[in-house]
């Protein structure tokens, strides 16, 4: 028992430094906006009636699972790709609806720990890294406060792709590798995002949060490997508006 408590508070401690590095991750990236909003000679206020925008957009993602499984060690941030278009659609002087269509790239990486209960499972002693490639339908409604626009809302997606690599296991054969593929994982992933941008002319740049509301694996090795997993992603984005 007192073994369990040691994993679950490791991991909670886990947990929180990782919330800590994705905080880290989206002020700089904050700051380093307010610093070219500052500064930009071209920063203008937005119209009473900007009008329909249509763009593209792409950044970083930083994301990671939060595995809840006691055979877990370590968890560590992936970082991966999103990349789509955007419109952006006044409502009224202040307030706009935002639809994007994206290409994410999400996952983790998790080492697992060889334990009697994981062995029961089919979760072996190693560390394994996920690649999970998403089409993401984002449906934001922004506030907009002169170039500052305050953004949230739902987003579906649908998962094209998936990749496990084991990155080392405890044998170090080529023989005893993970076999998972894109019917092991949830096809439609759903939930929530929130952030906040700055529009200077026509370019936006940002951050943002994506919350899952379905867990990640679906059935059999995958989902007790990512037991009660969720989509975790925090992202800085780079737009270009017409």
Do not use: C
């Not at 867990?215 to 989902?223: K, M, N, Y």
């Amino acid at each position: 028992m007192s073994i369990r408590l040691q994993v679950i508070n490791n991991r909670k401690t886990k947990l929180l430094e990782t919330m800590k590095k994705i905080t880290n991750r989206l002020l700089t990236g904050l700051g380093i906006a307010s610093l070219l909003f500052f500064f930009s000679p071209q920063v203008t206020a937005q119209s009473d009636n900007p009008g329909p925008r249509i763009g593209i957009k792409g950044g970083l993602n930083f994301s990671q699972f939060f595995v809840d499984q006691p055979t877990v060690e370590d968890e560590n941030i992936k970082v991966g790709l999103h990349f789509g278009i955007f419109t952006k659609i006044p409502i009224s002087s202040f307030m706009a609806f935002q639809p994007e269509l994206l290409y994410s790239n999400t996952g983790s990486k998790v080492a697992y720990g060889g334990t009697e209960v994981g062995s029961l499972l089919g979760i072996r002693e190693g560390e394994v890294r996920y690649n999970l490639n998403y089409i993401q339908l984002p449906l934001a409604f922004s506030v907009n406060l002169g170039p500052v626009n305050i953004h949230a809302g739902p987003y579906l997606s649908y998962l094209v792709s998936a990749n496990v690599k084991n990155l080392r296991t405890s044998d170090l054969t080529t023989t005893n590798t993970i076999d998972l593929n894109n019917d092991d994982f949830n096809k439609i992933d759903y939930g929530l995002v929130g952030g906040i941008g700055f529009d200077l002319r026509n370019v936006t740049i940002g951050a943002r949060y994506n919350y899952g509301l379905r867990e990640v694996g679906r059935e059999g090795l995958a989902a007790n490997l990512t037991n009660r997993s969720r989509n975790s992603v925090a992202q800085l984005y780079l737009g270009f508006g017409f």
